[in-house]
């Protein structure tokens, strides 16, 4: 069942009516480009086909209540009680979206109350962007509840203003607009500092390419310390380098300033000028046919993001390394790191190969293997009915 079908189902069950509409919005896999949307750079996502979906009614007691069909309970919050860091738990997501969007339209927006029932099949934790698919979800269905018209970016921007001011995590812009912008049937070429989205198709099923993404089993929250410690150490650099954002550094730059940054921070600003490089190198190969030829560049953004941003843990590696070894074209973690999960690019003829290989580092570990599962460019967020 979708994930559509099931909060409107949940919906009924809990209200004892129809929701006046549902919307969905997917989870996102970044092919390439990590830890580069805060520092104004690139990065390559799609949507994935795993989504979150909102059944939304207004109400006219003033009370925002939620229930979800991954969560035990229901939130019941004042709408007029709603501020910044009010809301806890998974409840901040979707609140932190009605928050934002009061913050730009006004405090009255929804002051008779909301009721919502949520549903997901995307995982959580897993670096695929759960947390942006709810956002992205609910801010759909809030603009088209309050006749708002705000464009796919305001609502993306609505989506990352709850996830930093509500929810405490510094992340940056990329899942907002990949699980808004995607086409679907490309990925998305972002560029972070204006926020320009220019789809690529990846002819990956006519080089007989596919992507697998395994979930490593080791959850994070990117409201944890690691992530926000990356973004500061490369709001230091760039100050270190004299450039506004490190999208402006280069390598020869940072071999200029290598003692005044250190050994540190000289190989957090090495990762994000290459993988923004990587990213670029990727577009240039697909576009030009070449889609076999980017697995260099998946695998090398591994290896950064392990050695100069290190971000991975060893059970990433072990899956990276089996997949690699198994044949794959590349490997590499994706998401925010320190956990989640990472995808393997593989000619289609050794799936069942690199599938096993990867089964095989979680036998290793002893524990159960997750289903290691093909995931091709779907649909963006829309209203489902
Ligand atoms: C998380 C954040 C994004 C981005 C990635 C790393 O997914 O939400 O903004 O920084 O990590 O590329």
């Not at 390439?32 to 939304?56: C, K, M, S, W």
């Not at 695929?128 to 956002?135: N, V």
């Not at 930093?164 to 998305?188: H, K």
């Not at 921070?265 to 990213?279: I, Q």
């Amino acid at each position: 069942m979708s994930a559509g079908t099931l909060a409107r189902e949940l919906f009924l069950e809990t209200f004892g009516e129809p929701p006046q509409g549902v919307w969905s919005s997917p989870g996102r896999l970044n092919l390439i480009g990590e830890h580069t949307d805060y520092n104004d750079g690139f990065a390559l996502p799609f949507a994935i086909p795993q989504r979150t979906a909102v059944a939304v009614s207004p109400r006219s007691d003033g009370r925002l209540v939620l229930v979800s069909a991954q969560r035990q309970g229901v939130v019941d919050f004042a709408a007029s009680a709603l501020t910044r860091g009010s809301v806890e738990g998974w409840a901040a997501y979707p609140l932190g979206v009605l928050w934002a969007i009061r913050e730009v339209r006004g405090e009255h927006l929804f002051a008779e109350g909301l009721s919502l029932a949520i549903a997901s099949d995307v995982p959580t934790g897993a670096g695929l962007s759960s947390s942006a698919a709810l956002e992205c979800a609910t801010a759909l269905a809030l603009n088209d509840l309050g006749h708002l018209r705000l464009n796919r970016h305001q609502l993306a921007a609505a989506g990352r203003r709850a996830e930093n001011e509500m929810v405490g995590a510094p992340t940056g812009i990329l899942d907002q607009l990949a699980s808004l912008l995607s086409p679907s049937d490309a990925a998305l070429l972002l560029d972070c500092r204006g926020g320009e989205a220019t789809p690529v198709p990846l002819g990956f099923a006519a080089a007989g390419l596919a992507v697998l993404v395994a979930d490593s089993g080791v959850h994070h929250n990117l409201a944890d310390g690691g992530y926000a410690q990356r973004r500061a150490q490369c709001e230091v650099a760039a100050q270190v380098l004299g450039v506004a954002s490190l999208r402006d550094a280069n390598l020869a730059l940072l071999e200029e300033h290598r003692e005044r940054l250190g050994p540190l921070l000289f190989r957090r600003a090495r990762h994000v000028v290459t993988e923004n490089a990587r990213v670029l190198d990727t577009v240039r190969l697909v576009r030009e046919g070449e889609a076999r030829e980017i697995g260099g560049l998946i695998s090398a953004s591994h290896a950064s993001l392990r050695d100069d941003f290190e971000v991975s843990v060893p059970e990433l590696d072990a899956i990276v390394e089996a997949a690699n070894g198994a044949g794959a074209l590349g490997a590499r973690m994706v998401g925010g790191g320190f956990g989640g999960s990472a995808l393997a690019l593989v000619p289609r003829g050794l799936l069942p190969e690199v599938g096993a290989a990867i089964a095989g580092t979680f036998a290793a570990r002893g524990v159960p293997a997750p289903p290691v599962v093909e995931v091709v460019p779907s649909a963006p967020g829309h209203r489902d009915s």
